[in-house]
């Protein structure tokens, strides 16, 4: 029989960055909030100090990543193949512990345009009927970049954002990027110092005509105290930040940013190591009275509650969603359904440029350096004649000097003598050109419940369907042109590439994002949406899922802006709108 625990106002799965926004707001709101994590409990402080960066422990033995037995997926191309399960994590890194992936993030906070929020309503315009694949299903956020601005200018500030303002409320401000959407305030910071490759790329670009800007950062180019009375500390280019936790507390991460403030209010908690088995509803099935999981001890818990913040892991959110029978599962054959619906990820690509006589000094960099263009944005160029629809951002990025699986030019030995010497020769010699790319959603990429392999609890793993579509692979080959002319420009010694062809499939064996997004998708209808524009569950209404898990189709700006104003816009609505009168926030 399940242990009861005391009733709470609202319990919160998941305490990365949507579980920790959700947690400070709630209670400060004067709720009884209890946060319920899978994994560890991850301080800066109690975690830390005195330990080193080590890349064997965190990038390679992956410390702070999920243990795949606690999160994996299965894996299949299309309907035809059997999906088979996860053994390491390759192509995306889940997190683990308080903080979740928000611990190991590179702290890129680039926002998206106004018209990734509307890129259905583009689409309709901007292309003939026929034009592209049948089987898209971009859809347009539920709400409108207005809407959602000041939500990303506050999170800016809690994350104690470092970056060149672009365009301040419709005015274009040399130095930044004059594609973005109007901003009601500048950075809070000025941008993160530039290294040799940054100028370089930047330099290039702006020769072949396009518009360079530093990287978003959330990793603090100063000291900055953000809203909630959190100190921030000025980045010293440690090398050290994908994969890690930040050594000087400058990155932003829940534990950086909110954490500490939560701690302080007595009307919250949290509890580590309890695995969320399922949300559990009452008989009418419209409402849910709380959540039941496993404890650090083995037993059966039940947690009652009046409100549930589903705020793991964006594939996570979508299984629990599965396992506990809140609204229907997805159909790809009849199209039917609405979670598991529009998964998508993103690809990447680039060069590797080497130089004899250049030393670009890696470990003085944080994962943010760099210089982007997004001149290849939808929108901001004409990629009806190519037959696409789509974009990129592309980057010159220093993100770190870690020695293991450095680049080394084409031809070197994989082992032995051979490839000691490229290591000491070429190591520090060489830079990047990088894309980050959108992704559409399309009628067979979807996500479902296994019917075969299950968890340590005996409950179905989540299952992938997924693979490159024909438009991904035609904007692969367009944007490769582009980045090869600017590498021509760059004139290195050398170079090699990484770009996918027409015939490619997805790998999921090499790194390339923790971008997943869709899946519990937000929209305007339940027809074609899992939630509404609040996050809120259509089907019961005091479920609210924030998370990467809303997008209905990937942009190639990073995801974590966009996570954070959505999670403001969707507990601002709970505080301000449905403790007063809770129920559907919006009607279907």
């Known amino acids: 029989m399940a242990i009861v625990k005391d009733a709470v106002d609202a319990v919160v799965v998941g305490l990365g960055w949507s579980g920790s926004i959700m947690s400070i707001e709630l209670a400060r709101a004067g709720l009884k ?136 409320r419709g005015q274009i401000m040399e130095g930044g990027d004059p594609f973005e959407g109007p901003r009601s305030n500048p950075f809070p910071m000025p941008p993160l110092k530039d290294t040799l490759n940054n100028t370089m790329f930047a330099e290039a670009a702006r020769k072949k005509g396009y518009h360079p800007f530093p990287n978003p950062s959330a990793a603090a180019s100063g000291p900055h105290t953000n809203p909630y009375g959190v100190q921030i500390a000025p980045c010293n280019y440690c090398g050290f930040c994908s994969d890690y936790y930040c050594l000087n507390y400058s990155k932003a991460s829940p534990q950086t940013t909110i954490l500490d403030a939560a701690r302080r209010l007595p009307n919250f908690s949290y509890e580590v190591n309890a695995h969320v088995l399922r949300v559990d509803l009452h008989d009418d099935r419209k409402t849910a009275k709380g959540v039941t999981y496993i404890d650090e001890q083995g037993q059966e818990v039940f947690q009652p509650a009046s409100i549930v913040i589903l705020s793991t892991f964006q594939y996570n959110n979508v299984r629990l969603m599965l396992l506990s029978g809140i609204g229907t599962p997805y159909d790809p054959h009849t199209g039917e359904g609405v979670v598991g619906r529009n998964y998508a990820f993103l690809s990447n690509g680039g060069t590797t440029l080497f130089y004899k006589d250049k030393h670009f000094n890696p470990f003085v960099a944080a994962g943010p350096t760099g210089q982007m263009i997004n001149d290849f944005s939808p929108g901001n160029f004409d990629a009806a004649p190519y037959g696409f629809i789509g974009g990129a951002k592309l980057h010159s990025s220093q993100a770190g000097g870690a020695p293991i699986g450095a680049s080394l030019p084409a031809g070197t030995p994989a082992w032995g003598a051979g490839w000691k010497k490229a290591m000491k020769d070429w190591y520090g010699h060489s830079m990047k050109v990088s894309i980050s790319t959108t992704c559409m959603s399309y009628r067979g990429n979807y996500l479902d419940l296994d019917p075969t392999y299950k968890d340590p609890y005996g409950q179905p793993l989540l299952r992938i369907t997924f693979d490159w579509k024909e ?110 009168n809770p129920g559907p926030l919006v009607q279907a």
């Not at 035809?80 to 928000?102: M, S, Y």
């Not at 790998?507 to 971008?515: A, E, F, K, Q, V």
Request: charged share 20%; with cysteine; hydrophobic share 35%.
């Open 471 to 580: 438009n991904e692979l035609k904007l692969q080959r367009f944007l490769r042109e582009r980045v090869l002319e600017i590498t021509k420009e760059l004139n290195p010694d050398s170079f090699t590439e990484s770009f996918l062809k027409m015939d490619s499939h997805w790998d999921t064996r090499p790194y390339i994002s923790t971008h997943n997004v869709g899946g519990a998708v937000a929209g305007e209808t339940p027809v074609d949406s899992a939630i509404n524009r609040y996050l809120q569950s259509w089907d019961v209404h005091n479920v609210f899922v924030p998370g990467g898990n809303a997008f209905p189709q990937n942009f190639q700006g990073n995801p974590t802006s966009m996570i954070g104003a959505m999670t403001y816009w969707s507990v601002k609505a709970i505080t301000e709108q449905y403790l007063k």
């Open 33 to 168: 909030v209890r946060a319920l994590e899978s994994g560890p409990e991850r301080t800066n402080a109690g975690h830390l100090y005195p330990k080193p960066a080590d890349q064997l422990a965190y990038s390679i033995r992956q410390k702070v990543f999920a243990r795949p037995r606690q999160m994996a997926t299965t894996v299949r191309h299309n309907t035809d193949e059997v999906a088979l399960p996860t053994r390491t994590w390759g192509a995306f890194k889940p997190g683990n512990g308080v903080g979740g992936a928000g611990v190991h993030w590179t702290g890129v906070l680039i926002r998206p345009t106004p018209t990734d929020l509307k890129l259905k309503t583009f689409v309709d315009q901007a292309y003939k009927p026929g034009q592209l694949q049948e089987d898209l299903q971009i859809q347009d956020f539920p709400f409108t970049w207005e809407e959602m601005e000041p939500f990303m200018d506050h999170f800016d500030k809690v994350c104690g954002a470092s970056g060149a303002t672009g365009n301040l």
